[in-house]
């Protein structure tokens, strides 16, 4: 059975889908076999930021409504043979989703797939929970500002309570995103740091993303930054994804101040 991973957070525009396109890239790159699903029903970005926007012709919704057959809808990545992306329904709302469906559509894709990403839209709605409901992992997105990192704390509480490992008893596994990091703006105190971040939301950092304006030119070519060996979000995506597999992984270069694993040694010293 596959794992699935839902990323999420609280508040809108941290990087989810930016997020989430990367790291399933990278794992699949890695020869895993990965599906990315976009949950955001309504408002499609995955498609965009993986460059298939135009190779949609089934969704989620038609797949989970019995209109077309799972593996007619899904829809492989260009250049990665073992990625595969479900795109999200452009023309129905959240309120279309029921608890059943969804389960019934992650438990196949749990059996094809070895990785399940969930890009959550984000809030705390009905398409919030649907996403989350089934995560064995999730990945909290935030940026280190205060109105993101309350909303985050917020979500933590309902994945804690509403999620369908804890109806059962059992917990999803949290781990940490801290997205848009300028390392000049902490150490002038204009920025929160990752520890501050780390203190309110009391859950395991897997990765710091620098503020990068490759991300922008990557998203509006259909590129992932992920695939551009110079961009410094992309290497942290890099990094993310090992250690989502299971490596040890270091937190980027601790000798150079300038870099994001100059900020990494300000927090664990």
């Known amino acids: 059975m596959g794992l699935v991973l839902t990323i999420t957070s609280g508040k809108g525009g941290v990087g989810k889908s930016t997020a989430t396109a990367n790291i399933a890239t990278a794992i699949a790159e890695a020869g895993k076999k990965v599906v990315a699903v976009d949950f955001d029903i309504g408002l499609r970005n995955l498609d965009m930021i993986l460059g298939l926007e135009n190779r949609i012709v089934y969704d989620s919704i038609d797949a989970m409504e019995g209109r077309c057959k799972l593996h007619q809808a899904l829809i492989n990545d260009k250049r990665v043979k073992t990625l595969f992306f479900l795109p999200a329904s452009q023309t129905r709302d959240k309120s279309v989703l029921e608890t059943k469906k969804v389960e019934a559509l992650i438990a196949e894709l749990k059996n094809e797939f070895e990785y399940v990403f969930i890009d959550s839209p984000a809030g705390i709605e009905s398409g919030f929970e649907h996403a989350i409901y089934l995560a064995d992992v999730a ?82 070519t259909g590129e992932v930054v992920v695939r551009n060996q110079k961009s410094e979000s992309g290497n942290a995506y890099r990094r993310i994804s090992r250690r989502i597999l299971g490596e040890e992984v270091a937190f980027a270069s601790l000798e150079d101040p300038k870099s994001i694993g100059g900020f990494i040694k300000g927090l664990f010293k």
């Open 139 to 220: 990945l909290i997105v935030t940026t280190p500002e205060v109105s993101a990192v309350r909303d985050a704390d917020r979500v933590i509480g309902i994945i804690d309570a509403k999620s369908k490992k804890a109806k059962e008893g059992d917990e999803v596994v949290k781990k940490l995103i801290v997205n848009r990091v300028r390392p000049d703006m902490v150490k002038k105190g204009q920025m929160l740091s990752a520890e501050d971040v780390l203190q309110i939301l009391a859950i395991d950092l897997i990765g710091l993303v620098p503020d990068d304006e490759m991300v922008v030119v990557a998203t509006n």
